[in-house]
């Protein structure tokens, strides 16, 4: 098991409502990246925070959004929900985006009805 | 768009065989790449990773082939085991900033 944790572990909501994901990084690491993970698919980057900055973003629409707290914790947000929003939401953490010391958490996995 | 893919979705091999996963590469500017497993009900786990000025990479069990003529990459498994069993996806680092883009990944079931 690796020390990154999410919570929740499911979530359902219905479309337009919005929705916190939380992630707890490996001790020691000051970076998290977020990515969303569809049903039978690669997880798909949705942005990066390094020292509480947003560092580099992928190809998600601004109703995502994201937080990195000093003790280098994460929330991911998401608004308007809509029903191609259900997936599992992945975050990693890791030393300064090094891929080798990533460590991703389980995930939330999330229904939007 | 440029992309990362994989030639197969599913593969089954017999425990004991060797197994050999396959990844092609569009963004010619990329220059690393990395391996994960993915055991069902888990995140992605880091297996192995390549940069672009080297054509393999071994670590336990496991070896890495780059060729970058071909934008082609493989992950091989020597005496798969059981526990291989998982979904394997390639990701390529297309930035600066260690921003990793998957493929969509191969299954992998090891019959015993």
């Known amino acids: 098991e690796t020390g990154v944790t999410q919570s929740p572990t499911h979530l359902i909501k219905t479309r337009g409502q919005q929705v916190t994901l939380r992630c707890s990084s490996q001790?020691?690491?000051?970076?998290v990246s977020w990515y969303q993970q569809a049903l039978g698919q690669g997880p798909q980057f949705i942005f990066q925070?390094?020292?509480?900055?947003?560092?580099g973003r992928g190809n998600f629409p601004p109703r995502f959004s994201g937080l990195q707290f000093p003790n280098y914790s994460s929330e991911l947000n998401v608004n308007a929900l809509e029903l191609d929003d259900s997936a599992l939401y992945l975050c990693?953490?890791?030393?300064?985006?090094?891929?080798?010391?990533?460590?991703f958490g389980p995930g939330t996995r999330l229904l939007v009805l | 768009g440029e992309s990362v893919g994989l030639h197969l979705p599913t593969l089954s091999v017999q425990e004991g065989d060797n197994s050999i996963i396959n990844c092609a590469y569009s963004?010619?500017?990329?220059?690393?790449f990395i391996w994960y497993k993915q055991e069902s009900g888990k995140g992605p786990q880091f297996i192995i990773d390549?940069?672009?000025?080297?054509d393999k990479r071994q670590g336990q069990r496991v070896t890495v082939l780059l060729n970058k003529t071909v934008k082609h990459l493989s992950l091989q498994i020597a005496a798969t085991q059981p526990g291989d069993s998982a979904v394997y996806f390639c990701?390529?680092?297309?930035?600066?900033?260690?921003?990793?883009?998957f493929g969509t990944g191969t299954s992998l079931t090891v019959i015993p």
């Open positions: 990693a953490s890791s030393q300064s985006g090094r891929a080798e010391t990533q460590y």
């Open positions: 001790s020691g690491h000051n970076t």
């Open positions: 925070y390094y020292r509480e900055e947003e560092n």
């Open positions: 963004n010619s500017a990329s220059d690393y």
């Open positions: 390549i940069r672009s000025n080297m």
């Open positions: 990701a390529e680092d297309r930035a600066t900033g260690n921003q990793f883009y």
